[in-house]
């Protein structure tokens, strides 16, 4: 087993089949084609089908198991990696890149081929984890302590790191333009949500844990 495989290996269950309910508000309506990079279970595009009707639903999924689980839930499945393989899919209203590009060699360059199977009327919808976050920053800062973990900003299979502004950049350099942009990190009545209200969002950029990105067709 590789050290990545290995990587993979650990994490549990849930890393590959929870849906990620927290893309709704950004997800727009109707749906016909939908592609998810990365998609697990197709916990996500179940969700979908399910709360928004899409019609056709796809994923690409680099690891067999969750492959195999995927295909009892969608209607394709494109086994693979994603940098290496040819786009799959024609023409769709919304591509998702939910905790994927980070992962890859060349986001850049992936994100360039996914725009191409955009409708004109089509979205992409990113969710990327943000390094400028106090539990990278504070370490770093004070300590000088860089140190991977299983999961979070500093997952150790993460290949590329991205704050608000290269995340926006990476989408935008792909000829796409966001048109909303949301974060995670801030639940509903806890401090740090008080926090950044009395603070009207002065620090949001060390206390999101991931940013969603919603972008179009230029």
């Known amino acids: 087993m ?17 849906a990620r309910r927290e893309i709704l508000p950004l997800v727009p309506g109707p749906l016909g084609r939908v592609l998810e990079v990365g998609c697990g279970s197709g916990a996500t595009l ?12 796809a994923g690409v999924e680099l690891f067999p ?24 899919v024609p023409e769709g209203s919304l591509v998702l890149c939910l905790d994927v590009l980070e992962h ?9 081929r996914l725009a191409t199977l955009l409708r004109p009327d089509g979205s992409l919808i990113a969710s990327i984890p943000n390094v400028r976050h106090v539990a ?8 000088g302590q860089w140190r991977y973990t ?22 935008e350099d792909a000829g796409l333009r ?5 974060v995670t990190g801030l639940p509903p009545g806890s401090r740090r949500r008080l926090f950044d209200r009395l603070t009207r969002g002065a620090f949001r950029g060390l206390l999101a844990s991931q940013y969603l990105l919603r972008a179009v067709p230029g």
């Open 65 to 88: 198991d969750a492959a195999q689980l995927a295909r009892t839930h969608l209607d394709a499945v494109y086994e693979g990696d994603i940098e290496a393989m040819a786009m799959p």
């Open 178 to 182: 966001v048109r909303r942009i949301e």
């Open 150 to 171: 299983d999961s979070g900003p500093l997952d150790r299979t993460h290949l590329r790191f991205f704050t608000r502004e290269s995340a926006v950049a990476l989408l």
């Open 104 to 112: 890859l060699r060349d986001p850049w360059l992936a994100v360039r």
């Open 136 to 143: 990278v920053v504070g370490p770093l800062l004070l300590r």
């Open 46 to 57: 179940a969700m979908l089908r399910a709360e928004r009707g899409c019609r056709w639903l």
């Open 2 to 18: 590789t050290t990545l495989a290995a990587a993979y290996a650990t994490k549990e269950s849930e890393y590959f089949g929870s």
